[in-house]
């Protein structure tokens, strides 16, 4: 069964200033979401106040319905941005250890640190000290950290910051994993390009308040039906004095371009007439895109 972690409503001020303005959103349970948000928009906020670190001056978290008791925060598996593991410990055994804190068995906790050592390519440093692992291992030694006691909900803050292109596939094969067993899954990135491969569904944040959620596919859509996409066998150089139409790119035959509907068609009709058209369809944007837009 998908689980599905909610905030309804969530605001915090920290005196006079407001931090998080009335946050509403879920997380659904085996998906990936991504949380994006420029520096100080709340992303942090937002995840202490789910993992209870801090609490709403209103609004509730819920899971599964019913608001989050202690015992249920238990069994999050949380990654801060800072990292915050024993530097003078060796991995293998800290993660044991974190396990053990969690109320694991000490051959459940061994089997499940060698399993994730080993999808983590930490395998051979499994007995070095934190702190003479290179940024990226220690990155990943954070990730598996989180992930050890099985927990029922991940938080995830920066996961991916520091992962060459290799260890990014490795740790989102091992979420994807997580999140296939209902888990819902949120990760915080200032990597756009990252969030828009990896993740499912998409929570963007500004100045405290939530500016967009929902699927990916869903959002590229939303924010797709003014733009459009056109390549043709001649050349298009005469698109850019046509009324009502916004050349945003542009190479020979090719042009993508902001215009409505009627004023596309009208376009399409006249590259059709005057050449073979190629392609022409609405052009969806890139988070990038999307997020620039809505935070405006």
């Not at 800290?94 to 804190?101: A, E, H, K, S, W």
């Not at 006249?270 to 190629?278: D, G």
């Not at 022409?280 to 944007?285: D, M, S, Y």
Request: proline share 4%; aromatic share 6%.
């Amino acid at each position: 069964m998908n689980s599905l972690l909610e905030l309804h409503s969530v605001t915090r001020s920290y005196g006079s200033r407001a931090v998080l303005k009335d946050v509403s959103f879920g997380v659904r349970g085996g998906r990936i979401t991504g949380f994006v948000g420029s520096n100080g928009a709340g992303k942090t906020t937002t995840m202490r106040i789910i993992l209870g670190v801090l609490a709403p001056d209103s609004g509730e978290v819920t899971l599964d319905g019913k608001p989050l008791a202690v015992e249920q925060r238990a069994r999050f598996g949380y990654m801060p941005e800072e990292r915050g593991l024993y530097p003078k410990m060796k991995l293998a055994e800290q993660l044991v250890y974190l396990g053990r804190l969690h109320g694991m068995t000490a051959a459940a906790a061994k089997q499940s640190t060698d399993a994730l050592l080993e999808r983590l390519t930490l395998t051979e440093r499994a007995n070095d000290l934190v702190e003479a692992l290179s940024l990226g291992n220690q990155q990943r030694a954070q990730i598996a950290a989180a992930l050890v006691h099985e927990p029922d909900v991940l938080v995830l803050d920066e996961p991916f910051s520091g992962l060459d292109p290799i260890a990014v596939e490795s740790v989102l094969a091992v979420l994807k994993d997580r999140a296939a067993t209902g888990v819902p899954v949120l990760f915080s990135s200032h990597q756009l390009d990252i969030v828009e491969r990896l993740c499912d569904d998409l929570v963007v944040i500004a100045d405290g308040g939530i500016r967009a959620s929902g699927s990916r596919e869903q959002l590229r859509a939303d924010h797709s039906s003014d733009r459009f996409e056109l390549q043709v066998a001649g050349d298009l150089g005469w698109l850019r004095a046509e009324p009502g139409v916004e050349v945003l790119e542009f190479d020979g035959g090719y042009a993508v371009f902001d215009a409505s509907v009627d004023v596309a068609q009208a376009v399409l009709a006249k590259a059709i007439a005057a050449s073979s058209v190629l392609r022409f369809a609405p052009k969806q944007p890139s988070l990038a895109q999307i997020f620039k837009e809505v935070i405006k």
